[in-house]
T-cell receptor, first 115, second 109 residues
Framework: NAGVTQTPKFRVLKTGQSMTLLCAQD?????MYWYRQDPGMGLRLIHY???????AKGEVPDGYNVSRLKKQNFLLGLESAAPSQTSVYFC??????????????FGPGTRLTVL | EDQVTQSPEALRLQEGESSSLNCSYT??????LFWYRQDPGKGPEFLFT???AGEEKEKERLKATLTKKESFLHITAPKPEDSATYLC??????????FGQGTRLTINP
């Protein structure tokens, strides 16, 4: 199993450009998440999904959109990139067993720079 | 407001020198506490989940403990390969983890 994979690994954008980050998991997990990690801030939740076709806002959703058309994929979109969106983005997934406590497994990250 | 604080921010030890990392939390309801290890340029790697005060879990040189207000990650006789950033996260409700800022651990040979 590859676990959670993310593409691309690195990307440089100019202000105003758009892009999509792709997350894929092969663990048949129901829940998927997008986080950003900034120095001194810890990991912060952007959006999440509790199943195919569903999405919900996290702690810092502004400027981002997401889609979950297939169970194994979760896409994060930036419509008009801003320098404040320079960060490392992590995707995670967890298995829903009916319990509210699920271990989240993380991908390797995408380092995004917006100039 | 839910808060998770890790200390120290950075810790440098000699190989074989045991120590502990702290994770203190102020949250509305604890459903679970998670420890992750993160190597530079990599994603967080799951280590432990603790659910209730008094619980302990071990893995090689690491042992995690939990009280009602904090968790400790004890590192016994560490090796250079234990160098990493250790993250603590608290689950306060379904699908919501609150992360601490991490402790950067360096083990010198």
């Amino acid at each position: 199993n590859a676990g959670v994979t993310q593409t691309p690994k690195f990307r440089v954008l100019k202000t105003g450009q758009s892009m999509t980050l792709l997350c894929a998991q092969d663990m048949n997990h129901e829940y998927m998440y997008w986080y950003r990690q900034d120095p001194g801030m810890g990991l912060r939740l952007i959006h999440y999904s509790v199943g195919e076709g569903t999405t919900a806002k996290g702690e810092v959703p502004d400027g981002y959109n997401v889609s979950r058309l297939k169970k194994q994929n979760f896409l994060l979109g930036l419509e008009s990139a801003a320098p404040s969106q320079t960060s490392v983005y992590f995707c995670a997934s967890s298995y829903s067993s009916g319990s509210e406590t699920d271990t989240q497994y993380f991908g390797p990250g995408t380092r995004l720079t917006v100039l | 407001e839910d808060q998770v604080t890790q200390s120290p921010e950075a810790l440098r030890l000699q190989e074989g020198e045991s120590s502990s990392l702290n994770c203190s939390y102020t949250v509305s309801g604890l459903r679970g506490l998670f420890w992750y290890r993160q190597d530079p340029g990599k994603g967080p790697e799951f280590l432990f989940t603790l659910y209730s005060a008094g619980e302990e879990k071990e893995k090689e040189r690491l042992k995690a403990t939990l009280t009602k207000k904090e968790s400790f990650l004890h590192i016994t006789a560490p090796k250079p390969e234990d160098s990493a950033t250790y993250l603590c996260a608290v689950q306060v409700r379904a699908q919501k983890l609150v992360f601490g800022q991490g402790t950067r651990l360096t083990i010198n040979p």
